[in-house]
């Protein structure tokens, strides 16, 4: 079941190359393609109960490479599943916002296709060479996606991407070599890694091998200083690129301190609690105020993303500073982690379609060149406003019960992460003050001839901002999942 | 659940989803129904607010970790929120008769805002409260930036959203306060947390509820407020929004008293609000600038009560005020639409036409300027007689407060009554129709809805009677002072001496108290500019970082290119290069050493220049050789893999 689930992007998508399929038929069959793999998701979640500490939901593993005990294996907890599931959504937006895209649509259908199945791939993944080749794969899509659909200087921009995040890919590569010689028998596979807890007791090596896996997934998440091919790489994108890059792949990063640090180096953690701590409270805030300063709408969008990926950095972090009687605050702030990296892969993914808009319509993305937007465009309006309040944590709405608990958990276990606090006031100023000048006022620029928001461009954003709203209401289902894994999660750090 | 949870449930739900409903559904018919829709919710929030008064009732849903959503009615919510609601109701009456251009966005906004109030007023976890206080910061941003085809509207709905934002930032703090130190996010068992975290957590809830109720420093952000329409001001800056800010500080006045200093912080800046603020109120002269100025100031009654731990005196004082301001706004909102200018200049000898509005007015005024036996007198009165339990400094910085308020009101008695010479005439004619176009009538519903808050704001005085104040105190719970006979004659007497020298001659309005103290400058000056500038440095270090990484990609491929053009010479003229350097070492001049390094400087320069050439050359933009690269990229790694095994 999960493998078909994982799997059956990547046949629809195999199908497309089938030659003389008609550029429309290929639209559809996308979104038909991507509904389906909802659904199917949607099934996995209806059926799924929190696995046994140690275990996974729907495990399955196939014998891959025996030679280095490396095998298929993939399954689920409160950690993936809610990814997985954000996963699904994002692409299916993105399926529906393409309708009426004339670029290649077979190839651009069968490309997303394939990298929402590899994306799936890494969530599911409970081996470190499956999750490795995932992972690069991603990449390489990404890539592709970049190069071969983006504008402006998209060459660059795109190899400024692959070779940052590639060579990011190496460093988490030597780390789960490290993991492999450690364990005994060496193997890759995470579940029993984190049985043998292979590091336990052997301080520098441990230390030495999550820096290197630390060093991988901060170029990925971006955290500050990795973060400069971000801004381009969006700003070059398409506008269903980079939804799925800051919705999705983002969230690669983030998973993986989770999945990877925390939960199989829980030792060597601790020790690199406090530099995770710091580096999430730069990100956020350093984040906050260089989105402040851009006058491209894209570059500032990208830039509240450093933001937002340094809570959730803040919060792993925290999670580490182990102290007695801190394991519920320590509990509340990775769940909250968890919340933000479903929430802002809803949100962000909103507000790059949007913007994406800005570039159909009139051909650049220079906040100053737009105005009084709200009289032409109501649609856009509204659902670019719900985005902003979404995206700086408005209540209600998903990014406050990420970030409420994330805070409420960080600080409580370490006070002095109440610093990044500061990054939501300026975040609001950022987001409020940018609504203002491109929609308010008197109308100006190129608003003039701005044509509103299109059904197919409704219906792709306004799910995701209707998702948004209901974890902000109703966020129990979503943290009845999460939060036995990350209750599990700090459990081990404590042992 | 029994039917008393289901209208709480509904108390809280219909507003909201009625309100989006209005700003989310096709246009046409919602510009039709807005005005029905908008009072008869209102009105309904208002008979459910009863209901649930009587009933007590309380519910809780499961929601963030560790916390429930919970709400419910205790004597302090059961007096507010009806308050809250009616004054809502009434407003919203007012508006429909006042607002005619996007009455869907209107109403809808106000709806959500009730609803967000009413949470307020009953949750009972601190992240109901929470939600409710930023959705209610959020919704006040909307309605006063209603016209946003005015960038400068626009712009005081962002600082009013960022100035409260920065204090809900206190609430934060408090909740983590408040699951370190075992209190659990209830708000009633707060008070218990762990000493230390106990004092993070009243901090942060003063901070939170100092920065709502628009006291000292903060409050500007009010000032700014003003830019919204009448019927906005007079819900959000009487009954709701600002009023919250006190009412958290009454709802949690366990908490402060729990610590030795929260209680008297509160009540100090309570005090000297009531004094600053009257001072900025008599400067003047705009008409909702100087209510908005009088709604701080009477607030800072409330947040004293509140850290004096005296809930009765403040709730009477909270619900008094609501009534009393919100028929102010309303009335000013009425002559602006009439005359077409809200500067009291520009209301002398002008508002005769409106009789019935007039006195409704005139009798606000006078409860505001505490005039006996209105509501205020008796109320801030019941405030001062716990500060002067407590401290008589205290109690004399709040009488000096109620000295301005005097001022304040008196001034505007004066324009509303005094007798007016032709220079007064042509003065108030200048001003006619300066802000917006006179339409010379004021709607039915609206001097109906201020006549109704009128009354209220004269017979709250009731609570002038102990037996009355008492059964208050019962209802909401805690200790009442009753002020003595002499305290309540003195601050009679001090209102009708002040007031009666302002009506004998108008007090100075100095360039300071006009602007506010200058606060807003202040805080453009100290808090904004900078940010902006420190972003802006830190967008340069941004672009330096970009350009360093793209630096050192540079340097390595440069090595790499200079590493193959080595490689080419070593695999193509070994033998001949080696035979040459022998021949070279056999001559061995001594003067060669300087065309050696120039020599050497030579090729540097060339084997640079062809690094740049090989550089450019893995960027071809061909896809199927940036595959190859990657592909040897993953070789490398899977050599390290089998070497180290």
């Known amino acids: 079941m999960l493998s078909l689930t994982i799997f059956f992007p990547l046949a629809a998508g195999l199908l497309l190359l089938v030659p003389g399929v008609g550029p429309t038929a290929a639209r559809w069959w996308w979104v038909v393609a991507s509904a389906v793999e909802v659904a199917l998701v949607a099934g996995l979640w209806w059926v799924y109960e929190t696995p046994a500490e140690g275990s996974l939901a729907f495990d399955e593993q196939v014998p891959w490479i025996p030679g280095v005990d490396s095998s298929y294996h993939v399954g689920l907890d409160g950690l993936s599943l809610p990814l997985v599931a954000m996963t699904a959504v994002v692409f299916l937006a993105c399926a529906v916002y393409s309708l009426r895209d004339d670029d290649r649509p077979r190839t651009q259908a069968a490309l997303f296709l394939a990298l929402e199945a590899v994306c799936l791939g890494l969530f599911a993944a409970a081996d470190l060479i499956l999750f490795f080749v995932f992972f690069d794969l991603s990449i390489v899509g990404m890539y592709v996606i970049i190069a071969g659909w983006g504008h402006g200087d998209r060459a660059r921009s795109a190899l400024t991407f692959f070779l940052y995040t590639f060579l990011g890919s190496l460093a988490l590569l030597a780390g789960f070599i490290g993991l492999y010689l450690a364990a005994d028998p060496h193997t890759f596979d995470m579940l029993e890694l984190a049985r043998q807890d292979p590091f336990a007791g052997r301080g520098t090596a441990g230390v030495v091998v999550l820096g290197a896996i630390l060093l991988g997934l901060a170029v990925k998440t971006p955290t500050v200083p990795f973060h400069t091919w971000l801004p381009p790489a969006h700003t070059d994108a398409p506008a269903v690129g980079s939804a799925v890059l800051a919705g999705v792949l983002l969230k690669l990063g983030t998973y993986g301190f989770v999945r990877l640090g925390m939960a199989l180096l829980p030792d060597a953690w601790r020790s690199w609690a406090w530099v995770v701590l710091v580096v999430g409270i730069v990100s956020v805030l350093w984040g906050a105020l260089v989105a402040l300063a851009q006058r491209d709408l894209k570059r500032m969008i990208a830039y509240t993303s450093v933001n937002h990926m340094g809570y959730v950095v803040l919060a792993v972090g925290a999670a580490g500073m182990v102290a007695a009687d801190t394991a519920q605050a320590r509990g509340v702030a990775v769940t909250g982690a968890v919340t933000q990296m479903v929430s802002h892969g809803l949100v962000t993914a909103a507000l790059f379609l949007l913007a994406g808009l800005f570039l159909d319509r009139a051909g650049t993305y220079e906040i100053a060149e737009f105005g009084g937007l709200a009289a032409r465009a109501p649609r856009t309006t509204v659902l670019f406003a719900v985005a902003a309040f979404a995206s700086l944590g408005l209540p209600g709405l998903s990014g406050f019960i990420a970030e409420f608990q994330i805070f409420t958990g960080s600080i409580a276990a370490v006070p002095a992460s109440a610093l990044a606090l500061l990054g939501i006031l300026v975040i609001a100023g950022v987001l409020l003050w940018t609504l203002q000048r491109i929609f308010t006022g008197e109308t100006r620029g190129r608003s003039g001839g701005f044509t509103d928001m299109r059904a197919h461009e409704l219906w792709a954003v306004a799910p995701l901002l209707a998702l948004s709203l209901a974890i902000g209401l109703v966020p129990r289902p979503l943290l009845d999942v999460i939060e036995p894994a990350a209750t599990t999660v700090v459990a081990v750090l404590g042992r | ?645």
Do not use: C, N
């Open chain 2, 1 to 645: 659940m029994t039917g008393a949870q289901a209208s709480l449930w509904a108390l809280v739900v219909a507003p909201a989803v009625v309100g989006a409903a209005l700003l989310l559904g096709p246009r046409g018919r919602t510009e039709r129904l807005a005005p029905v829709l908008g009072v008869g919710t209102a009105a309904l929030a208002a008979v459910l607010a009863v209901v649930v008064a009587l009933a007590r009732p309380s519910v809780a849903v499961p929601f963030v970790a560790g916390a429930d959503l919970g709400l419910g009615v205790d004597g302090l919510a059961a007096v507010v929120a009806p308050t809250v609601a009616v004054v809502a109701a009434l407003v919203l009456l007012a508006g429909a008769a006042d607002v005619g251009e996007s009455r869907a966005r209107f109403h809808g906004f106000m709806l959500v805002f009730v609803s967000a109030a009413l949470l307020t007023v009953t949750a009972t976890t601190l992240p109901a409260l929470l939600l409710a206080w930023e959705v209610m910061g959020a919704t006040s941003y909307a309605l006063i930036g209603f016209a946003w085809r005015d960038d400068r509207r626009v712009g005081s709905g962002l600082t009013a959203f960022v100035t409260t934002r920065a204090a809900d930032l206190g609430l934060y703090v408090a909740a983590a306060a408040a699951l370190a130190g075992g209190a659990g996010l209830g708000l009633d068992a707060l008070a218990s947390a762990a000493p230390g975290w106990r004092d993070v957590l009243a901090a942060g809830v003063l901070v939170a509820a100092l920065g709502k109720a628009a006291q000292l420093v903060l409050a500007f952000w009010l000032s700014r407020a003003m830019d919204g329409p009448s019927p906005v001001s007079a819900l959000l800056h009487s009954a709701a929004m600002v009023a919250m800010g006190g009412y958290l500080l009454l709802r949690l006045s366990p908490l402060l008293q729990a610590t030795s200093w929260a209680g008297p912080a509160a009540a100090w800046a309570g005090a000297l609000t009531t004094v600053a603020l009257g001072v900025v109120a008599v400067g003047q002269r705009d008409l909702k600038q100087l209510l908005a100025a009088s709604t701080s100031a009477q607030l800072g009654y409330v947040v004293m009560a509140g850290g004096l731990g005296s809930v009765p005196a403040g709730t009477a004082h909270l619900v008094a005020h609501a009534a009393t301001k919100a028929a102010l706004f309303l009335a000013a909102g009425a002559w602006l639409a009439a005359l077409g200018t809200k500067q009291l200049a520009g209301l002398r000898g002008t508002v005769g036409g409106w009789p019935v509005l007039r006195v409704a007015a005139t009798v606000a005024l006078l409860a505001l300027a505490g005039a006996p036996p209105l509501s205020l007198w008796a109320t801030k009165d019941l405030v001062l007689a716990a500060a002067l339990q407590q401290s008589p400094a205290l109690y004399a910085v709040g009488l000096l407060g109620a000295a301005a308020a005097a001022a304040y009101a008196g001034s505007v008695l004066r324009v509303l009554w005094a007798p007016v010479d032709t220079a007064d005439r042509r003065r108030a004619r200048a001003h006619r129709g300066e802000e917006e176009t006179p339409r010379a009538v004021v709607p039915g519903a609206l001097t109906a809805a201020v006549v109704v808050l009128a009354v209220g704001a004269t017979t709250l005085g009731a609570v002038a009677v102990p037996a009355v104040a008492g059964a208050l105190a019962g209802t909401v719970g805690g200790e009442v002072a009753h002020p003595s006979g002499l305290e309540l004659a003195g601050s009679a007497a001090l209102v009708l001496v002040v007031a009666a020298a302002v009506w004998r001659r108008p007090l100075p309005q100095p360039a300071w108290a006009r602007s506010w103290l200058g606060l807003e400058a202040a805080a453009q000056a100290v808090l904004v500019r900078p940010t902006i500038a420190v972003a802006g440095v830190l967008d340069r270090v941004d672009g330096r970082i970009t350009r360093g990484v793209g630096g050192i990609a540079r340097g390595v491929v440069a090595v790499a290119g200079g590493a193959a053009a080595t490689d080419d010479a070593v695999l193509g003229g070994a033998v001949t290069r080696a035979a040459r350097g022998t021949g070279m070492l056999g001559r061995g001049a001594a003067g060669a050493d300087d065309r050696w390094v120039h020599g050497s400087v030579l090729a540097l320069a060339r084997r640079v220049r062809r690094a740049g050439a090989l550089a450019r050359r893995p960027q071809t933009g061909q896809l199927h050789q940036y595959y190859v690269q990657a592909v040897a990229l993953v070789a490398v790694g899977v050599v390290l893999l089998v070497v180290v095994r």
